[in-house]
């Protein structure tokens, strides 16, 4: 039997109650507009449990995430440094080179940003699914500190390096290569770049970055570069591992009866939406009242609205919260799905913006066309059962 839990079941049970109970099911601290303390929270049969350091959709209970469900990812390891001495250099093609300690970054203008940040192959698949995360950064702008280097007028790339390396071998030879990733440099004089000290009012922790981290508002997390020592300015495209080898998607796009295949980064965050958790009041009538919360983000285009349906019924327009509400931020969204049978469902959302993009399908050519797996914004299924 499909087994259920509410808010009020918890609240009552002694702690040892409690503790067994949660090792069974999460139960959420209900946030929703329109959830009731005694909805049961219906168990998604295709999604299995979180692992630690991944947010944990069937109990999100907070518009800012904290720290426990913040994914990391590391493709050189976690670098090894003091980081009291650490300090971030730019140089290149600049007029005046910089070191900067982290006592004079933080002597600077202090801004915050409210972002959601993504990792680009999060939904590719069950088992990642909840590599996302919403935060406060605070830090300084990153503009500034460029404009009192001065970019000559060569310059047009901005490398960002971390302080991650590692021995790769490129066409048999043996090559010391730092995590590096670039932008343009229009793109890097984006007001909205910030270098990070702090994430929700709190020091970064080590394995997202601290002390210094590069802030993107929405782009892919591996734009926002962890452990930043160093920003050099160069005369021609930056095209290192992270940039021209990994994290490149190649995606087929029917051209004149054929199939021809595009190579680009990962860059920006693609439109996407997913069914946070499904509720369920009483039977009645030999129906069961179904509701599906979930959450919505992008790139920062806003949203025009979310729909929602069950199994292969018509959308339906979700009601998207009014607050909390920022532009680079993921927004909730909560729907009454009206009595369903019951037996074997699925619930699907899909979002579109403002401009009438529309997030796809799995079987759309935009994701059955792709060859890789970033960039993983397709509709993610949830599969449930409702026992009568």
Same mark, same amino acid.
């Given at each position: 039997m499909t087994e259920t839990l509410n808010r009020r079941d918890l609240l009552k049970a002694g702690s040892a109650a409690v503790a067994i109970a949660m090792a069974q099911m999460s139960v959420p601290e209900f946030v929703f507009p329109g959830e009731e303390d005694d909805d049961e929270l219906v168990p998604f049969l295709n999604m299995p449990r979180s692992r630690p350091n991944m947010l944990d959709w069937e109990t999100l209970d907070s518009w800012m995430t904290p720290q426990d469900q913040v994914f990391s990812v590391s493709h050189y390891g976690y670098p090894e440094f003091d980081e009291a001495k650490h300090t971030l250099q730019i140089n290149g093609l600049v007029?005046?080179?910089?070191?900067?300690?982290?006592?004079?970054?933080? +002597?600077?203008?202090?801004?915050?940003?409210?972002?959601?940040?993504?990792? +680009?192959?999060?939904?590719?698949g069950k088992g990642f699914i909840g590599a996302v995360y919403n935060s406060k950064w605070t830090g300084t702008p990153?503009?500034?500190?460029?404009? +009192?280097?001065g970019i000559k007028k060569e310059g047009k790339e901005v490398v960002f390096f971390g302080m991650d390396e590692k021995v790769e071998t490129i066409r048999k030879e043996k090559v010391l290569t730092p995590f590096g990733r670039s932008l343009s440099v229009e793109d890097a004089m984006d007001a909205n770049l910030l270098l990070a000290y702090e994430r929700n009012g709190k020091p970064l922790e080590k394995r997202n970055g601290a002390p210094l981290r590069l802030i993107y508002p929405g782009r892919y997390g591996i734009a926002n570069v962890k452990w930043l020592r160093q920003i050099e300015i160069r005369d021609r495209r930056y095209v290192g591992k992270f940039m021209g080898r990994d994290y490149v998607?190649?995606?087929?796009?029917?051209?004149?009866?054929?199939? @021809?295949?595009i190579e680009t980064s990962v860059f920006k965050m693609n439109?996407? +939406?997913?069914?946070?958790? @499904?509720?369920?009041?009483?039977?009645?009538?030999?129906?069961?009242?179904?509701?599906?919360?979930?959450a919505v983000w992008g790139d920062g285009t806003p949203i025009d609205r979310v729909e929602v349906k069950v199994d292969d019924g018509k959308w339906q327009k979700a009601t998207l919260d009014k607050e909390p509400r920022s532009k680079y931020c993921w927004t909730f969204f909560s729907i009454d799905l009206g009595n369903i049978k019951p037996g074997k469902h699925t619930v699907i959302s899909r979002a579109i913006d403002v401009n009438g993009r529309v997030q796809p399908s799995a079987e759309d050519d935009e994701i059955a066309l792709k060859k890789t797996f970033w960039e993983a914004y397709q509709q993610w299924p949830r599969e449930i059962e409702l026992e009568a």
């Open positions: 007029e005046k080179p910089k070191t900067f300690s982290m006592d004079d970054i933080k +002597s600077l203008p202090k801004e915050d940003r409210l972002m959601t940040l993504e990792c +680009s192959g999060n939904g590719a990153l503009a500034a500190l460029l404009k +009192s280097a998607t190649i995606r087929g796009e029917k051209r004149n009866g054929r199939v @021809v295949f439109l996407k +939406s997913i069914v946070a958790r @499904v509720t369920r009041g009483e039977t009645k009538g030999g129906q069961v009242p179904l509701k599906a919360y979930g």
